[in-house]
C-alpha cells in the first residue's frame, strides 16, 4: 500500500494542554523549528483537557507552600510518587499559571480584590486550585489553540498516530506512522525528536470518563515500541460519574469541586455513608478512597435503584450551585436531573491512569529522541492523583516538555537514524488485515468484552483468583481479534479506528493486570480485597513493565527513592 511521507523537526502526539503547550514554549524558543502537531479530532475540539471542569493545584496564596502542596501530593500517592517529578509538579505550577495568563491570555476567575481565586478541593490542605467557573478546560484549550494557530506550527487534523517507528536497534524513535482519518491513507512522519501526549483515557472499562475518541492510544504506541513503563496498575476511578443509561456519555463526571464545596453522598438506602469509611473528611477524602467506598457499597446491594449511589448538592442551596457550577448543571439537565434541588445517582468511573512512561522531569524516556508528557507519563502521582493535578500536570509538563525539546533541538542537529528496513510495511499490514475477511468477530461487540472483563476483575477491587480469569479472558479476546472483518471503504471508517482504538485497549489491558497481580497489597488506587491492607514492608516498591519478545508483559519493581522526603514524614503528615 502507497503512503505519503514528510519529514519535520518536532513531532507532536496530542493536541490537549500538555502537547500544545509543548509546541508553543519549543518555538518560542526557536521559531525556525519545523513543528508538528498531530490530533484525532479537530484543533481545540478533542480530548480530556477540553473537559476539565475543576481546575489546576497551584501555589499563590503566601499562607500556602510549595512545601504543603508537595506534601498533599505524596501523601495522596501514598508514598510510591517519584519525587523529583512531584517537586517539578508543585514548584513549576506556580510560574506556569502566571505564563498561561501573561503570555496565551487565559484568565482565571478574580477575588474582588483583582487576584485569582482558589477553591477547595479533596485531599488538599489548602485551597489552592485555580479555575474558571466549572469549565476551566474549556477556556484553557480556547486560549491555547488560538496561540497555535497564530504561530508557524503545523496541524494536522483528523489524524492519528497509529504507532511509533524505530531504528533497527530499537535504540532511537524516527517518528511516527499516521493514518489520515478522512482520507483512510497512511502517512510516515520522520522526525529529529517526538513527543508522546495523547492523554490516556481509560475507556477499556465499562463507566470511563474520557470521550469515545479517547483509547489510551499514546500507552499502547509506547509499550509496543519498547518504552519502560511504570505503575501502570494505579488506575483512577472518580467517584461520581453521571449514571445515563444507554448514553455514549455515561461516567461524564461531576468534578471535584462540587464534594469540595460540601456536597454529600448517599447510599441507596438513604444513609449518608462516607462517615462510616472516612470520619474525619467524609466526602473530601481522596479519589481512591471516595470511589472504592461507593464500589463497597453497591457490592453489598446498597446502591440506589439506578445502579450506583446518589450525590446531594440541594442543602447548599439552589443559587449557589447554579452560580458556582453551571457547567455540571446544564449537563445534568440534560439527562432530566436538576442537581441544584435533588440527588443525582452515580457511579466510580475509570478516569486517569497515573501509570505510564519513565520519564525525567525533561520528560525524556527510555529511547533516544522520544519525549513524553502528560497523562501518558508515570509517576507524578505515585498511587493516587489529587484532583486539580491532572491539568496542572498537562501544562507544567506541556511548558517542560517545549523547552526541553527545544534545547534537543538546539544540540542535535542530525536527523535520526533510518527507520528499521520494512517497519512501515508490516505495521500497515497489522493495521489493516482485517480488511481482507468477508466475515468475522465484531470490533465493537469484543470492545465490549473486554470493558466488561476490566470492570469487573480488574477494576476498583481487585482479587488475585479475579485477576488470572482476567489474564486469560483478555488473551481470548485477543485471539477472537484476530479474526475481526472489516468492511466499506477506508475514508471516515469509524469501524476501521474502532479496531485500532481496541488494539490499544488490549495491550493496556495486559500491562494493568500484569502490574496488579504483582503488587500484592492494597495501596491507593490499587485494592485487593485478598491484601486489603497496605504494606509499608513490601509495598515501597515502583513497579515496572517492558514488552517482552513474546509480546506479553515483563514485570520488574525497584525501591521508591525518597529523594526529598523519608516515608516517615510522608506517612505522619498531617493536612
Known sequence: MTQEKFTTDILIIGMGAAGQLAALYAYDANPELNITIVTKALKGKGGCSRMVQGGLNVVLNEADSHEKHLMDTLKGGQYVNNQDLAKTLVEEATPTIKEMETRFGCFFDRNPDGTIHQKPFAGQSFDRTVHKGDLTGIEMISRTTEQVMKRDITVLEECRAVDLLLDSFGREVTGALLLDIRQGRFIVAE????????????????????????????????????????????????????????????????EEGLRGAGAYLYNGQGERYMKNYAPDVAERATRDVVSRSAFLEMLAGRECEEGGVRIDAAHMGSEFVLENFPGMCNRCRQFGYDLSREPVPVSPTAHFVMGGADIDKDCHTSIERLFVAGEDAGGVHGGNRLGGNGICESTVYGRQAGKSLARYMDRNKSQPAETAKSMVEELIEN????????????????????????????????????????????????????????????PYNMLWNTYIDFMNMLDVSDMVVASALARKESRAAHYRSDYPEQNDEIGLFNSFIIRGDDGLPETSSKPVEFTYKTVEECRNYKK
Not at 213 to 221: A, R, W
Not at 433 to 439: V, Y
Open 191 to 254: 522526525a529529529s525528536a517526538t513527543l508522546v501526549a495523547t492523554g490516556g483515557g481509560p475507556t477499556q472499562y465499562r463507566f470511563h470518563a474520557p470521550g469515545p475518541e479517547k483509547s489510551v492510544d499514546g500507552l499502547g504506541m509506547l509499550y509496543r515500541a519498547g518504552v519502560v513503563m511504570r505503575d501502570m496498575e494505579m488506575i483512577q476511578f472518580h467517584p461520581t460519574g453521571l449514571i445515563i443509561p444507554g448514553s455514549v456519555v455515561a461516567g461524564s463526571l461531576l
Open 431 to 490: 493495521h489493516t488485515r482485517p480488511f481482507n475477511k468477508e466475515n468475522g468477530e465484531d470490533a465493537f461487540k469484543l470492545r465490549a468484552e473486554l470493558q466488561e472483563c476490566n470492570w469487573i476483575k480488574a477494576g476498583v477491587v481487585r482479587n488475585g483468583n479475579d485477576m488470572e480469569e482476567a489474564v486469560r479472558e483478555i488473551a481470548a479476546i485477543r485471539g477472537a481479534a484476530t479474526d475481526i472483518a472489516l468492511t466499506g471503504g477506508r
